[in-house]
């Protein structure tokens, strides 16, 4: 097939016979009837979807065709035109034809725009000057056609080169309420633009495009709320439903109305979305508590939207979980407490009970002092509720915080499995070594099906909070990682439903075919199930893990390191339990107080991440730089003061940068000093040396008074946020918005990792460096640099 010609026998027959006249045409040319000469008016108008479609309208005014012709031997005869193809009208701004004429594509515009693109013959050796010609017939009674409208395009005043896309409209409205047909030529003209010949039509070849004249939009339609939603009235507006819960909705043609044959649909200010067919009923979950607006508006075959119905319904507040177990009831050794349900939702309370064997109580609570957390073996140990907590075949959704001991096992923090093995599963997968939210069914034929959404990630011996949420009317699977959703949510197929009687809720383990397994090795705390999805924005707020009494997030801290009293080359977390050591090397060491670093090697370190990086933390370290090495450094140079790497480079960290130097008088002599000019910066630094993160707002001017002062630095980071922060000595330097990656590497005192090798070696003295799962508020920041 040519490209340039469409190849087709019908127009290949036409080609021909254009080239068999050509040296007769070229003695006189036959022009059209005076009557098509009156049918050729039409207004020009440029196509927007071209653009769309990666498509640019070259238009080439008379004046350039006259130009092409006289540096042409042979301009003054025409290429020999092929049948044009893409031929149709502009409707949603693409084209369209149906060449059925029992199904005409119903047109909005009386005036219609028409489209196609030009061709010449393959082989044409001629300049090639052409338009298309539309020729636009009415259906009489008699099932006969007559010609009511032609339209050239490029309008008259220009000409266009093989293979170009033209449109036009038509100048006359059309009727509605008659049936019409179109069918395009090419139409080659001599380098004047005056005398052409044509080529056969599109109805030789792909056939006549049929349509209709509709002018009128659909009407406002009718929108039906099913429940639990009701609408709103001059006298009441009840809160009905929640955040996560689906509500049905009906929509129907207006009054009188025909052929809607579709509706667009809005909540309040989220994305419109497209319902084909109508009447059509639609499932719609609302994520936030309050008010909600609904935007309806039918759509006909044309593509156009009518008026828009406007629905108000009042969402209530998110319903209660149904299962809270904060682990915090026993001391470690007492395995015989159960687990209190402190859940004020709906339902029973379900108290569960430690295994035997491998469970126990950890003093080392994700909220910190004096809170609790269950701690299991990876072998035996779990525990389990005395009943079945959540019903898996409607919407639901989990969360827990999880410290993982050992992540080169699979290990399962909370799961529920029925009696035909159908249920969740929210944990860890080793093969994939990724978090994973599953959930499991049954089919009518006993086989057992799972599906999954996970994403990668897992740190050993770090908090993390993880949530799966199950929407049983979208049927979709939905992962939180740390308040964040990962990726789109996981599409079930609609046979996905449990069936079964669902045993207890179980922490720490999971139950296939009657067999158990996959035991977690760490720590599991706080755990929540509702019988509801769970929105974006409650996911969110639920990983912060606020406060109830005060608001505030509850951090735990995770590492303590104060070298008061310390010496040698290793320092041992003695403070907050987790018993962590940091070890000097490379000429760093621990006298006098505080980890004293020569900025040219020496540093200290922990193997492996200490806070899970995807999620809230704080770091807080008392620093004392060196100035009288600082001070000979070429402006530019930055020292890492304590941060974490992945395995390409800087993740985070707190550096300390030499801004550059300043001249100021010297007091002892009658000339000038010149003086370091310091930074604190927080953020990542790429392996090009340039920074991601807060800058302190005061660049610093040393002196000798002050060379030697140490600085309190805090540093938060707030996942659920996505900003950093930057405190030196309880005062708020700036915010920005961060997101650390997933660590892979240690966390270094006095160093860092950049571009492939070790570097920013700081000098000077670190007296204590502290860390905290969670993100302090800045009341909590400034109380504790008191």
């Not at 977390?573 to 621990?590: N, P």
Request: net charge negative; with cysteine.
């Amino acid at each position: 097939m040519d490209g340039r010609g469409g190849g087709l026998p019908p127009e290949r027959a036409a080609i021909d016979n254009h080239a068999n006249v050509r040296s007769s045409l070229i003695q006189g040319w036959s022009l059209r009837s005076s009557r098509r000469r009156r049918l050729l008016g039409g207004r020009f108008k440029a196509w927007a979807a071209a653009s769309t479609v990666g498509v640019v309208l070259a238009v080439v005014p008379m004046t350039a065709a006259s130009a092409r012709a006289s540096a042409a031997p042979d301009a003054a005869v025409p290429a020999v035109p092929a049948v044009p193809t893409a031929q149709g009208f502009l409707a949603s701004n693409a084209p369209v034809c149906s060449t059925d004429p029992s199904a005409p594509t119903a047109l909005g515009d009386p005036t219609p725009q028409v489209t196609a693109v030009v061709h010449v013959a393959a082989g044409n050796t001629a300049p090639d000057y052409l338009r298309a010609h539309f020729d636009i017939e009415a259906r009489q009674a008699s099932d006969t056609w007559t010609e009511v409208a032609g339209v050239l395009a490029p309008a008259p005043d220009g000409l266009v080169s093989d293979g170009q896309y033209v449109t036009n409209s038509v100048t006359d409205p059309l009727s509605e309420g008659t049936q019409y047909r179109m069918a395009a030529s090419t139409w080659s003209y001599t380098s004047g633009g005056v005398d052409h010949i044509s080529s056969a039509s599109t109805a030789s070849t792909t056939g006549w495009c049929y349509f209709t004249v509709d002018p009128t939009a659909p009407l406002a339609p009718k929108v039906t709320l099913n429940g639990p939603y009701t609408p709103c009235g001059d006298d009441e507006c009840a809160a009905r439903g929640g955040p996560g819960v689906p509500g049905s909705f009906t929509f129907a043609p207006g009054d009188g109305d025909t052929g809607v044959t579709g509706y667009e649909y809005q909540l309040t200010d989220g994305a419109f979305v497209q319902v084909p067919g109508s009447p059509a009923t639609v499932t719609i979950t609302p994520q936030v508590r309050g008010m909600a607006i609904l935007d309806v508006r039918a759509q006909d075959a044309t593509g156009r939207f009518g008026a828009a119905t406007e629905v108000l319904f009042n969402v209530a507040t998110p319903a209660s979980s149904v299962g809270l177990w904060h682990f915090d009831d026993g001391q470690p050794g007492d395995t015989s407490t159960v687990v209190s349900d402190t859940a004020t939702g709906a339902g029973s309370r379900h108290a569960a009970a430690l295994s035997g064997t491998g469970a126990d109580w950890s003093t080392l609570g994700r909220r910190g002092d004096g809170d609790k957390a269950l701690v299991l073996d990876g072998s035996s140990g779990y525990a389990a509720t005395d009943g079945q907590v959540v019903d898996a075949s409607s919407s639901f959704a989990v969360s827990a915080w999880a410290r993982p001991a050992d992540l080169s096992q699979d290990g399962t923090v909370v799961s529920q499995t029925g009696d035909d093995n159908s249920g969740f599963t929210l944990g860890y997968t080793a093969t994939d070594r990724a978090w994973r939210f599953s959930y499991a069914w049954t089919d009518t034929d006993g086989a057992r099906h799972v599906a999954s959404a996970q994403a990668p990630g897992g740190t050993e011996d770090a908090w993390t909070q993880l949530a799966g949420s199950y929407d049983a009317a979208a049927h979709t699977l939905t992962l939180y990682v740390n308040g964040r959703p990962q990726g789109s949510p996981t599409g079930l197929p609609a046979t996905a439903e449990a069936q079964g009687t669902a045993d207890a809720t179980e922490f720490g383990r999971t139950t296939t075919a009657g067999s158990d397994g996959a035991y977690w090795h760490g720590s599991i705390d706080e755990v929540q199930t509702w019988q509801r999805t769970l929105p974006a924005d409650e996911a969110l707020q639920d990983a912060q893990l606020e406060d109830p009494a005060t608001g505030a997030a509850d951090v735990a801290n995770v590492a303590a390191w104060d070298a008061t009293g310390a010496s040698g080359t290793t320092l041992t977390d003695s403070t907050t339990g987790y018993g962590r050591v940091l070890t000097a090397e490379g000429g760093a060491r621990f006298e006098n107080g505080a980890l004293v670093l020569d900025g040219t090697g020496g540093a200290a370190d922990i193997s492996g991440p200490v806070v899970d990086d995807s999620g809230s933390f704080t770091v807080s370290a008392l620093v004392q730089p060196d100035m009288s090495v600082i001070a000979g450094k070429p402006d530019g140079w930055t020292g890492q003061v304590v941060g974490e790497r992945t395995a390409d480079g800087s993740d985070w960290g707190i550096w300390y940068r030499l801004a550059g130097h300043t001249d100021v008088p010297d007091p002892d002599s009658d000339g000038f000093v010149s003086l370091p000019v310091t930074q604190w910066l927080l953020g990542r630094m790429a392996d090009d040396g340039t920074f991601t993160g807060v800058t302190s707002q005061d660049a610093t001017t040393w002196s000798a008074d002050t060379a030697n002062d140490p600085v309190k630095l805090t540093a938060l980071f707030d996942a659920q946020d996505g900003t950093a922060e930057l405190f030196t000595d309880g005062f708020h330097e700036g915010t920005a918005d961060f997101r650390p990656v997933a660590s892979t590497g240690e966390l270094t005192v006095g160093k860092a990792y950049i571009g492939g090798s070790w570097g920013a070696y700081l000098p000077g003295r670190v007296t204590s460096l502290e860390v905290w799962a969670g993100a302090m508020s800045e009341s909590q920041v400034i109380l504790k640099d008191l």
